[in-house]
């Protein structure tokens, strides 16, 4: 399998995506008690010792998620914008799409910078790439301590032995995946579940009606991974106060 490349600069012709209307979105909320078992799982996450904490943030970006892509984009830049403040957060993005394509950018620290690269994404037809997103984390944790790894997505379209394989070795050399599932896919409900249980990670299903709170749940992970509970006293938001009852 070839290593994922960076991603290639868009040309002016590429747009983001445009806006879909508020009726085309799911507005299910999550049950409390997936968000509350989502919460007693980050405890798992091992806080960066050195200060510098490096979380991988991997998106489905087949054409099936366009209704809430910008919905899903809008979270993911509030997300790394709330950890602007704490510092000390490497993040990598990852995104799958198209015939075979699967990128990923340089470890970057400017939380700005990787909003801009993740309003360069567009929706493209094609299959889910999930294996080589757990593959990728594998890899780079074997170059260096990756803390997390976040996936966001809708379907799987693969075998779900595969990748229940890698999840479990990503769960022995500590790298959790935490899984946010747009919709109601049955089968993508089963595989994203194992890979979080495999990986010691967690999973939460995502959609309009819930957008808030896994808004403060993401931050909460990232604030977390960057600088372990004294980043989570500081951030004083109210997912930091839950999560920080959780840790006790």
Not at 15 to 24: F, I, L, Q
Request: with cysteine.
């Amino acid at each position: 399998m070839s290593e994922p490349k960076t991603p290639a600069s868009k040309t002016s012709s590429q747009t983001a995506p445009s806006k879909s209307a508020s009726g085309d979105v799911a507005r299910r909320a999550s049950s409390s008690a997936e968000l509350d078992a989502f919460l007693s799982k980050v405890q798992s996450l091992q806080p960066a010792t050195s200060g510098t904490g490096r979380l991988i943030f991997a998106m489905d970006a087949t054409m099936s998620r366009q209704p809430t892509w910008d919905l899903a984009l809008g979270l993911q830049s509030e997300m790394f914008d709330a950890v602007k403040q704490v510092g000390g957060l490497d993040v990598q993005l990852m995104y799958f799409r198209g015939f075979g394509e699967c990128r990923s950018s340089k470890w970057v620290r400017d939380p700005d910078a990787l909003a801009r690269l993740m309003r360069q994404v567009h929706c493209e037809g094609g299959h889910t790439q999930i294996r080589k997103v757990l593959s990728h984390a594998k890899r780079e944790a074997g170059r260096q301590t990756v803390n997390a790894l976040v996936y966001v997505g809708d379907c799987m379209e693969e075998s779900i032995d595969e990748l229940c394989q890698l999840a479990g070795e990503l769960g022995l050399i500590g790298v959790p995946v935490f899984v946010f599932q747009e919709g109601h896919d049955a089968r993508a409900e089963r595989a994203f579940k194992e890979i979080a249980r495999l990986s010691r990670g967690a999973y939460c299903r995502f959609d309009a009606g819930s957008a808030a709170q896994l808004r403060a749940l993401l931050t909460a992970v990232a604030v977390y991974a960057s600088g372990g509970r004294k980043a989570l006293e500081n951030a004083k938001s109210g997912a930091a106060t839950v999560l920080l009852e959780q840790l006790r």
